[in-house]
């Protein structure tokens, strides 16, 4: 279960997991569960009064689940909202002019806008923070300050200051679908002095295919500009546009125009030029893959021109980034090395050390929190020196992994412990009715259980010895085993067929006779099994894929 959710209620019931079939099942391989799971449960097949009342219960539930699945109309809505918009009243009426695959197109389309929008509704406004810092007297410390106070302890202490600070906010006004507002502003100060300005624009978009958008600035001088995108063909896409900026020596015109090409499914290059109040002229190809991203640029004009080189390392299963940078132009050279971590679902923790000539030695770490980013350069050293570089390296991972192990990871284990006992308590009935459907499941099976058993035992086919499911802390038969489990024995011999087990990617806490025992936890399946008179073994996790027997599974015995 996942504890992220705002959802403290059971996961709602899975009808693919009761009838242990997979998601993209046809209609016969429902049918097939449909009947197989009526022998046990019809209520014409138990004679006894308690039982019959149970088996009417079950067969109500596998019949429910049948209706759903086997119907293409209600299996579509039930894919794409559950078993909430099965209960949307008229729901089905109106959607049977529609198609299954209709269905599933709209409502996948609904879940993208929606969640669109709850981004922006927590996201909004986007912005920008740097505070650049000038730690340079640590290890560039003056030496001309000798009198009695400066040789003091505290004469001694380094002197760190802030010696820029940049500020910029953007607000966005939907005026409808194809017309959107952005007011934004920034603001800059460096060494006492600075500026700032303010943004109205308004954008329209015309098509898919292009939008044009006209910019008034305030602040250094007013200024007018219009830009516009237009895809030209499937591969070719092109943008640019023009600036009027209104100074006291006059009207400085400027023009930008880029023109972009699909070179592959990932890659693309650009080439763009500007001229008038800032000239340069500049080609660029970026390749990015799943796990690789690659950026090449040459740049020539003002005020510098350069060649840069970048390389990203995607680690998709750590979410880890590493990056690497060289940089070589009029200015000098500048070498980045650093990574990037996502620490929570909307923020991104990044360090980079910056080594360049004549800058020296920088440290920048950048907090991303959905669209807010904050920035830190700090400037340690104006040579490139060794101590500055290892520092820079060695203490901000030292630094994280203390505020990891020490303070977030012991903070989210005890939300999500409370968030848990929440969940157990708010659930206890709903557990309690589960608990009990599931004695009663089994119960029913009995007759079927005896009957697949001796079948197997005739032919020395799948026996299933023992089979338990919860959570599991030892992985063999002499590990240990915590109270939060159930013995499933007679459900998964109940699933053999043809000396064969296949149980498909659910939560095994939804097949008949199961129910879930650690709400909230890791569980496992452990089946201690005999397959042709051979002693068989193994431990699954709960979504993971049931295949029985398999020699892999043999156990030694002495």
């Known amino acids: 279960m996942d504890l992220d959710s705002d959802d403290e209620n059971v996961s709602e019931e899975d009808f693919y997991s009761f009838l242990n079939v997979s998601k993209d099942a046809s209609k016969d391989e429902i049918n097939n569960a449909y009947r197989r799971l009526s022998r046990m449960y019809h209520p014409d097949k138990h004679l006894d009064p308690t039982l019959k009342a149970k088996a009417e219960i079950l067969f109500n539930k596998v019949k429910r689940a049948y209706e759903v699945l086997s119907d293409p109309h209600r299996r579509a809505i039930y894919d794409s909202l559950g078993t909430k918009g099965l209960e949307t009243e008229g729901w089905e009426i109106v959607q049977r002019t529609k198609t299954p695959a209709e269905i599933r197109a709209e409502y996948e389309q609904l879940a993208e806008e929606r969640a669109e929008r709850q981004k922006r509704q927590a996201t909004n406004p986007t912005g920008n923070v740097t505070i650049a810092i000038n730690a340079t007297d640590l290890f560039n410390p003056y030496d001309e300050l000798d009198d009695e106070y400066y040789s003091s302890l505290l004469g001694k202490l380094p002197a760190i200051e802030v010696s820029s600070m940049q500020f910029s906010q953007s607000v966005d006004f939907p005026l409808t679908q194809k017309d959107t507002c952005t007011l934004s502003g920034q603001l800059h100060t460096q060494n006492g002095t600075g500026g700032g300005g303010v943004n109205l624009s308004w954008k329209h978009l015309y098509s898919h295919k292009g939008w044009a958008e006209v910019e008034m600035t305030a602040g250094s001088g007013p200024a007018v500009s219009l830009k516009a995108f237009r895809t030209l063909t499937k591969r070719f896409f092109w943008n640019g546009g023009a600036i009027l900026q209104f100074t006291p020596e006059g009207i400085r015109p400027g023009v930008m125009s880029t023109l972009a090409m699909q070179i592959d499914k990932h ?54 980034k590493l990056r690497l940078s060289a940089k070589i132009g009029t200015f000098g050279g500048v070498l980045e090395y650093g990574l990037e971590k996502k620490v929570s679902k909307h923020s991104n923790l990044a360090f980079y050390v910056v080594c360049g000539i004549p800058s020296g030695v920088k440290l920048k770490i950048r907090l991303t929190r959905a669209n807010q980013i904050y920035t830190f350069p700090i400037h340690l050293c104006e040579e490139v020196m060794p101590s500055p570089v290892f520092y820079a390296t060695i203490v901000p991972l030292i630094t994280y992994l203390i505020v990891k192990k020490g303070f977030v990871e012991p903070f989210i284990k005890e939300e999500q412990s409370k968030k848990l006992e929440k969940q157990k308590q708010n ?132």
Request: charged letters at 25%; one cysteine or more.
């Open 427 to 558: 659930n206890f009935n709903k557990l309690l009715e589960k608990r009990k459907e599931a004695m009663a499941a089994q119960e029913l099976m009995q007759a079927t259980y005896n009957r697949i058993t001796e079948e197997e035992s005739k032919k020395k086919g799948l026996i299933i010895i023992k089979a338990i499911y919860g959570k599991i802390l030892g992985a063999s038969g002499d590990g240990e085993i915590s109270s939060d489990i159930l013995d499933v024995t007679v459900p998964v011999q109940c699933l053999v067929k043809d000396s064969k087990l296949t149980i498909h990617e659910h939560s095994k806490s939804e097949l008949p006779g199961f129910f879930d025992p650690a709400l909230g936890e890791e569980k496992m399946l452990h089946i201690i099994y005999n397959y042709h008179d051979q002693p068989h073994e193994v431990t699954l996790k709960d979504n993971e894929l049931v295949r029985l027997p398999k020699t892999a599974h043999r156990t030694n015995v002495t």
């Open 267 to 320: 890659s693309v290059g650009y080439i763009s030029w500007h001229g008038g109040i800032r000239s340069l002229f500049s080609t660029q190809i970026i390749r990015d893959t799943e796990t690789n991203r690659y950026n090449f640029s040459i740049q020539v004009g003002l005020p510098h021109s350069f060649v840069q080189l970048q390389y990203t390392r995607k680690i998709l299963s750590q979410d880890l």
